[in-house]
């Protein structure tokens, strides 16, 4: 069983490295970091990983994985990494995502009449690659895997490893990590957080969630 995750610059590592830690425990898997080059890729904050297969080395995937994060604008106009995504997505069992990953599986045109998740702030930017934007933690429609933003690719890594090895090993794999949340604020939605907080940070955000939805724009008008 090959899983592979799509990392590259300015990812958010915890999209990657929360469900690798799940795909690693699943017993008979292999686990691949592919980025577009060999060399490390330094993700949002400066935390660096070293991939060990690229492109165009990477293997048949049983499993694909996109992360997230403020990188994937550099993708939804990248033809080397669409093609990448598209051509693993013909022979995977699963082709996934977590967070904004969601959108370079949009421009790649896989996600045309699918229910898809993402981080709540891109969500409705699905819409622009004919998806129906779902709000749920893990959305599931046929092939495609798609979960919410950052912290939801730990639940979607073990909701994975009870698909692929049974749920008993996916408890196993839970209890190992003791992966038991009890965060110390009710703030991880808009609609826990309130919409004065909520209002806050979109603004914070306005002109890079503008730019991206531009670049959404321009990948979505390159589809068939």
Known sequence: MKIGILIFDEMTQLDATGPFEAFARIPGATVLLVAKHRRPVVAQFGLTVIPNTDLRYCPKLDILCVAGGSGVNDLLLDDEVLEFVRRQAKTAKYTTSVCTGSLVLGAAGLLRGKRAACHWASLPMLAAFGAKPSAKRIEHDGKLITAGGVTSGIDFGLWIAAKLAGRTAARRIQLMIQYDPKPP?????????????????????????????ALVARAAARLP
């Open 185 to 213: 604020f009710r703030a991880g939605t808009p609609r826990q957080a309130g919409a004065r907080l909520t209002r806050a940070h979109v603004r914070k955000n306005e002109e890079f969630q503008a730019a991206r939805a």
